[in-house]
């Protein structure tokens, strides 16, 4: 379970407030794969990063219950003077898995050869993004956080991705940012659309879409018109 309460998120661009979330109280409920929906810009992945505790909130509190990953195949955390495979170790302990199994794991699934030894600041982004995958795979996360990630890699990588992923949300839930509605619908049953600092919630992933277009054409829907 991941409970937002009293959530408010502010910053400044240029002299100008922007809102991601304003007085926000909503519960992911536990085991459930939720899409985040909203126009760009809307705050999707700042949301996905104040769940996370990458960044904090202005004021209000996020709770969760079981483990929540990171955002899934987020690449901005690797420490670039150490190989991969250190990297992978780190993470390992810090999450107290097994540091052998998720190493071999990381490196049989990211397929980088043996770049997978060497400093991460000599990789292209696209291997960067590869190992950070795998990462997130290699630990069983109660919630994944997950933000356009099947579109990590070449048509091989992704189709493996995509399956690797749906096998976790089996036994996992999630909440999915992504800007196809084909995947949502494939990855999620509910949904949520963030707007204006607001959460709307609907139980049925293809009622969050049919708001969400309805924003796009510069309307509200009907129901909340």
């Not at 996905?48 to 899934?72: D, F, M, Y």
């Not at 107290?96 to 997978?116: L, N, P, R, S, Y």
Request: charged letters at 15%.
């Amino acid at each position: 379970m991941i409970e937002l309460r009293n959530l408010n998120k502010t910053y400044r661009i240029n002299g100008v407030v922007k809102h991601v979330a304003r007085d926000v109280s909503f519960t992911f409920a536990s085991g459930e794969s939720v899409g985040l929906i909203g126009r760009n810009g809307a705050g999707k992945s700042t949301m996905l990063k104040l769940i996370a505790g990458t960044i904090p909130p202005t004021s209000g509190q996020i709770i969760t219950t079981g483990s929540v990953s990171w955002p899934v195949g987020f690449a901005g955390s690797f420490h670039g003077d150490l190989t991969g495979a250190q990297n992978v170790k780190f993470v390992a302990r810090i999450y107290g898995v097994d540091t052998t199994e998720m190493i071999v794991f990381c490196q049989q699934f990211a397929q980088i050869g043996g770049h997978f030894h060497l400093p991460v600041r000599t990789y292209s982004s696209g291997m960067k993004s590869r190992l950070a995958f795998a990462m997130s795979m290699a630990i069983p996360f109660d919630t994944y956080l997950i933000d356009e990630v099947t579109a990590v890699g070449d048509a091989s990588f992704q189709a493996k991705s995509s399956a690797i992923l749906r096998d976790r949300l089996k036994t996992s839930g999630a909440v999915v940012v992504s800007h196809s509605p084909k995947l949502l619908e494939e990855l999620c049953t509910s949904g949520v659309v963030l707007d204006n600092g607001r959460m709307f919630y609907y139980a049925r992933i293809k009622k969050a879409l049919e708001h969400h277009d309805h924003l796009m054409k510069g309307n509200l829907p009907p129901w909340l018109s």
